[in-house]
């Protein structure tokens, strides 16, 4: 139902929006803005709306994936040594999902509260949970970073780092370290915009540092001649200059500007924080870890299976991202009408999204087999690790059609405060489930054995999550007639 005293707009008024046409709007306008995009969440029609939500946050998240590619394909052209920059590249990939982890807590926890507060027209709280999110993960940040420089021999180690690689991984990790509260802050933000129903403004801060990154890598690499070096400054500066972009749209239009007198840093704050958050904390957390076993079971093999691993994971994870795209299209739709406890809606959202990512990921799976190979070759990776990699890469891809169930069932949980459920799902697919499969299947088949790892629990995830998702549709539908 249209709310009362509000004239409605034109369907996907506020999605059409840009920044430059928010700049030019008074402040004073911004609660009318917020009010039209309650209207709009809560009775445009579930696909378009998910859809229009989906696409900024799809060119987001994919281009931060191809900037990764990217990355590992300019170190992989240095010339001599690049299966060990590659390699390299891989270990510090761990230490990068673990400053994720952070960025993700505290951008899905505040994030989550702030829609569903949102829904419940509470802006000031919003208001104060949004900067109590954002300054909390840029201290995380900074503690992260001080500890990773000052423990930085022990650290690349244990994330897997041989004596053969521990050169180039030293190369790149300092200047990585050093841009580790901007990257935290940065997807922290990220996360806040978008679950605001921001996610165009979330986008262009993204894109700008990712497109930035690549033309740094191009210049720094080949221009200047720097190697893995001028990649690690490349990556510096553009997870700065995102993170500044990010921030300067939080005072656009209708978002909920990060100002530091709303900072509140209270037990009731870490709270709500933790409550949305430890799904992503623990998701991401398990991430690094399992990377963290992956790189240390790979490099028994040698550097060759290590550098197969890190191309591989990048490919996998830009095929990933799409239904990662789609499930954040979800969320700010499912966030807004669960606090306006519109139920029946939330139920429609989750099975449009389940629909678009099965379609979009079976796309991916014939994509993959049929071209891995051509895919692996412009790497530059020796023969070796080119074969691994096409081998690992089609063992990835048998279980991608079902990976967007998996997705989108994780978010449901995340999204509608089911703390404990969010959580169990989001440790299985890569840690409950992956871990153990990694040990059991090295000691049984060798290297074979940890290239059919991830697939395996992939697999393991799928039954996992299919009776969660059925109890909480079921909840949900009873509320509905309630």
């Not at 994720?100 to 507060?117: D, L, M, Q, W």
């Not at 430890?278 to 790979?298: E, F, K, T």
């Not at 691993?309 to 499912?334: D, E, K, Y």
């Not at 799902?425 to 060798?446: C, E, Y």
Request: charged residues 10%.
């Amino acid at each position: 139902m249209p709310v009362p005293g509000i004239r409605l707009p034109p369907a996907g008024y506020v999605l059409r929006h840009t920044p430059a046409t928010f700049l030019s709007m008074p402040h004073a306008h911004s609660q009318d803005l917020q009010d039209e995009k309650f209207t709009v969440m809560t009775t445009r029609p579930i696909g378009p709306l998910i859809a229009r939500m989906a696409i900024p946050a799809l060119l987001s998240i994919m281009t931060s994936a191809l900037y990764n590619l990217a990355d590992t394909w300019f170190v992989s052209q240095v010339g001599e040594g690049s299966t060990r920059a590659v390699a390299a590249l891989g270990v510090i990939f761990s230490y990068q999902t673990i400053c994720n982890a952070v960025g993700f807590f505290f951008g899905h926890g505040s994030g989550n509260f702030i829609s569903r507060a949102l829904g419940r027209k509470e802006r000031d709280k919003a208001s104060e949970m949004a900067a109590t999110g954002a300054i909390s993960s840029f201290i995380a940040g900074t503690i992260i970073a001080i500890a990773g420089l000052l423990l930085s021999d022990q650290l690349l180690v244990f994330l897997g780092a041989s004596a053969e690689i521990l050169p180039e991984a030293h190369a790149y990790f300092q200047f990585i370290a050093l841009s580790t509260p901007f990257l935290t802050t940065q997807l922290t933000l990220n996360n806040q915009l978008r679950l605001q129903g921001n996610a165009r403004m979330g986008m262009v801060g993204i894109m700008s540092g990712a497109i930035l990154n690549i033309g740094l890598d191009a210049l720094f690499i080949f221009g200047l001649n720097m190697g893995i070096t001028g990649a690690s400054i490349a990556t510096a500066i553009s997870q700065v200059t995102a993170c500044l972009i990010l921030l300067a749209m939080t005072h656009v239009g209708d978002g909920i500007a990060i100002r530091i007198k709303h900072f509140r840093p209270t037990l009731p704050n870490y709270r709500e924080i933790t409550a949305g958050g430890l799904p992503s904390l623990s998701r991401q957390a398990l991430n690094a870890v399992a990377a963290i076993v992956l790189n240390r079971y790979a490099i028994q093999y040698g550097a060759d299976p290590l550098a197969a691993l890190s191309i591989t994971s990048r490919l996998f994870h830009l095929v990933v991202c799409l239904a990662i795209g789609v499930g954040q299209g979800f969320q700010p739709v499912c966030g807004f009408n669960y606090g306006a406890k519109k139920y029946d809606r939330v139920r429609e959202a989750f099975f449009f999204g389940v629909k678009l990512n099965s379609i979009i990921l079976a796309a991916g799976f014939v994509g993959l087999m049929a071209a891995a190979p051509q895919i692996i070759a412009q790497f530059g990776s020796s023969p070796e690790a080119a074969a691994i990699a096409c081998r690992a890469t089609r063992y990835y891809a048998l279980t991608l059609p079902f990976l967007g169930f998996v997705i989108m069932t994780e978010m449901f949980y995340q999204n509608t405060r089911q703390t404990f459920g969010a959580t169990l799902l989001a440790m299985m697919r890569q840690g409950l489930a992956l871990m153990p499969a990694v040990i059991l299947l090295d000691a049984a088949f060798g290297l074979e054995g940890v290239l059919w790892a991830q697939p395996t629990a992939n697999s393991v995830s799928l039954f996992f999550a299919l009776p969660f998702a059925i109890h909480l549709l079921k909840k949900l539908k009873t509320a509905s007639y309630c």
